[in-house]
């Protein structure tokens, strides 16, 4: 079975050492297509709108009109709406962003044969071929540009509004910054013009020299901790990075250092250990009756998927770029190379699958015939560096179990009717989490989707969480020793001594502890949506233990402890 060759020339072979030197071969000519708030206009948000996309309350795309205002990536929920309070709030839907990416990618899928989609909104491709077809590095911008534009109308209505940014360089994170740096200029000048960084690694690391170290973080996916360490060390720019000595950055901080050092310095910019798998390393599965819907392919997917992350974990390697291949029985066809330095895990891989079969699937005109073939290849592996596991907790035989119960039912009802908790933060504890189906989360590892980011929360409950948030808060009725209702004041003063608390219509129990109030004033800059209240931490005599809120000088039960 023919085989393509990889995006990227000089894979080291197996059982070769990576010191992490410049003297592997020159970082491939690439090209970066980005659009940085591409979120906004899979939504189908008018870009004169103001508008913003929210993940873990926090901004990361915005429209034009938004970002005019002041709202800026990383602005939390608050910020944003304090900033504009008509700003429109869109919820995270990567699905979404990868379905209406399809067409984008099919457009420049005309002139380039083999695409490597990070992201939705993030295309990369050799710049080799197609400039010499089309003329020249800027003539194929042009094209790849104007490609695009007629995919996307909402990108073609108002060029150079932002939405989109094209780089060329030598290796991926020089042309990923660079198309960075093309989108904030159009978003500047009103025009979209491709940021072109001249081949050779002089002319690439003089144009790095300058930028900060955060581009590791954002463009190369170097681990956060390791950057802030970099900058509490006073290495604020990739130029005083690639002054240090390699093989001190080697000794000091291991492979990752080496790999830091090399991209600073304008080398080889791919993950270390990094290798091409044999020729005869895939997964596929043909079907008799051809398959026109898509969760059966789906379904599929997951087994291939599995069957893969076998033979690899048997060897120990993961997969780091991965050809997605499905035909119909009429011939037509659907290849994506996709990518992910950390490496792609099963569930990574299952939801790529899902985009790529569902954007294609729902094209204009849909398919004339049902799948019959369905093809993952391995395109580039990497050393599994594993996981280090703590002393106490982590993944334990019920979380297997649990995981395995959660994939039954989601094969017996369909994965959109299944929901996992997922971490999104908050001051209230009906908001830290909310529900997503399972076809958006990996439920073999939940330490990403459950983690809770060490971000500050303004006005957010002090310890112990409650252990049971009620979807709706239940009345309640506190009073003091006299008997009447405790009132709280606008400066978050108690009108007397908390007594006696009734929940609903049990019986009276007597408070022996609480603690507050912790007043909270949301949106006051939005008379319609304004929201004041403080909160109580409150024990009864029969052991319980609760939290209250007092919202119009009304008592609620918002969540129970223990």
């Known amino acids: 079975m023919a085989r393509h060759a990889p995006l990227g020339p000089g894979s080291i072979g197996p059982g070769s050492i990576d010191p992490g030197s410049l003297d592997r071969d020159p970082p491939p000519r690439l090209v970066v297509v980005q659009c940085p708030d591409w979120s906004v206009v899979a939504a189908g948000v008018p870009l004169d709108e103001p ?13 034009p009109a938004a970002a005019s205002l002041g709202v800026r990536h990383g602005h939390r929920r608050r910020e944003a709406q304090r900033i504009c309070p008509l700003v429109r709030v869109i919820d995270h839907d990567p699905a979404r962003d990868a379905r209406e990416f399809e067409a984008a990618v099919r457009s420049v899928g005309q002139m380039v044969p083999r695409l490597e989609t990070t992201e939705p909104g993030l295309l990369t491709f050799l710049a080799r071929g197609p400039s010499r077809y089309f003329g020249g590095e800027r003539e194929m911008t042009i094209r790849v540009a104007g490609l695009i534009a007629e ?36 978003a500047r000048d009103g025009e979209l013009r491709a940021e072109i960084i001249e081949p050779g690694i002089p002319v690439t690391a003089a ?17 956060a901790e390791f950057v802030d360490l970099l900058h509490r060390l006073g290495v604020h720019t990739l130029g005083a990075l690639a002054g240090l000595p390699p093989a001190d950055l080697l000794a000091r901080f291991g492979p990752m250092g080496a790999f830091a050092h090399r991209v600073a310095a304008g080398g080889d ?101 049902g799948v019959v073939l369905l093809r993952l290849v391995p395109d580039e592996l990497r050393s599994d560096d594993g996981t280090q596991l703590g002393f106490w907790g982590g993944r334990s035989v019920a979380d297997e179990w649990a995981a395995r119960a959660v994939a039954r039912v989601a094969g017996l009802v369909g994965e959109q ?65 006299t008997g009447r209702t405790v009132r709280v004041n606008g400066r978050g003063g108690i009108s007397a001594t908390p007594a006696t608390l009734t929940v609903q219509s049990r019986a009276p129990q007597a408070i022996t502890a609480w603690a507050g109030p912790w007043p909270l004033d949301e949106r006051w800059w939005d008379p319609q949506s304004h929201r004041r209240l403080a909160r109580f931490q409150i024990a009864t005599v029969d052991g319980a233990a609760y939290l209250a809120i007092v919202e ?3 008592w609620w039960i918002s969540a129970v402890y223990g």
Not at 171 to 186: K, L, N
Not at 448 to 461: A, E, N, S, Y
Request: with cysteine; net charge neutral.
């Open 269 to 369: 910019d791919r993950p270390p250990g990094t290798i091409s798998p044999p020729p005869d390393l895939l997964v596929m599965r043909t079907f008799d009756d051809p398959v026109t819907v898509l969760d059966p392919l789906v379904f599929t997917a997951k087994q291939l998927a599995a069957e893969l992350h076998e033979m690899l974990a048997a060897n120990g390697r993961v997969c780091t770029r991965l050809a997605v291949s499905a035909e119909t029985e009429h011939g037509e066809r659907s290849d994506h190379l996709w990518y992910r330095p950390a490496g792609l895990s099963t569930a990574a891989i299952i939801e790529r699958v899902r985009w790529q079969l569902d954007g294609w699937i729902r094209q204009p005109g849909g398919l004339s015939g």
């Open 207 to 223: 144009f790095l020299a300058p930028l900060s170290v955060a581009l590791l973080r954002d463009v190369a996916g170097v681990d």
């Open 552 to 554: 119009n000088q009304s």
């Open 151 to 186: 995919a996307v109308p909402a990108l073609g209505a108002r060029p150079g509004s932002g939405q989109m940014g094209i780089g060329i360089g030598d290796g991926r994170f020089t042309a990923g910054v660079a198309a960075r740096r093309s989108a904030r200029i159009a």
């Open 417 to 481: 009717q299944v929901f996992v908790p997922a971490w999104r933060g908050g001051r209230q504890p009906g908001d830290a989490y909310q529900w997503v189906s399972v076809d958006r989360a990996d439920v073999n590892d939940a330490s990403d989707r459950l983690h809770v980011r060490d971000v500050p929360w303004p006005g957010q409950l002090p310890a112990p969480s409650p252990a049971t948030v009620l979807t709706d808060a239940v009345p309640a009725d506190v009073v003091d020793a």
């Open 51 to 63: 508008a913003v996309v929210l993940h873990a309350n926090r901004v990361v795309a915005r429209t």
